[in-house]
């Protein structure tokens, strides 16, 4: 237990809680993420998926996305990069890294945070006006 009286989950059973959510299918349906390998027992290397939202040039594509959770998660974020080409605010041209800083919930990290809001997050950043109507790579495309 810490000073507060909660009693902080241990890093694998909060990734297995991840895990199976994420599994189950959440939301929409425009959001999933799964373990890269199964048999990894740090349960690090992490896919995301994100289909792309209405009305904007993302809309109908499928967007995939490698999160990396190392020891220290979920005390610290995931590196988070699209896989997918994306021409998007805060994403790397050239290797698709989404810039910690400039994401809310990335640079303002809390334990509670998940990799599923994270993908919510990034979904609805597509979708804002400096992202909604920006020309996008060859669908398909990947870094």
Known sequence: MNSGGSV?????????????RG???????TVSYGMDDGDDVFMR???GTIIGPNHSVHEGR???LKLFCDKDYPDKP?????????????????TGLVDPRYSPMLANWRRQYTM????VELKKEMASPANRKLQQPPEGSTY
Not at 8 to 20: A, K
Not at 78 to 94: G, L
């Open 116 to 119: 599923e809001g994270i993908l």
């Open 78 to 94: 995931p590196t988070v990069r699209f896989h997918s080409r994306i021409n998007m605010t805060h994403v790397n041209p050239e």
């Open 8 to 20: 902080v989950v241990p890093r694998n059973f909060r990734l297995l809680e991840e895990l199976e």
């Open 45 to 47: 290397s992490w896919t």
């Open 23 to 29: 599994e189950k299918g959440i939301g929409d349906g």
């Open 62 to 64: 499928i967007y995939t």
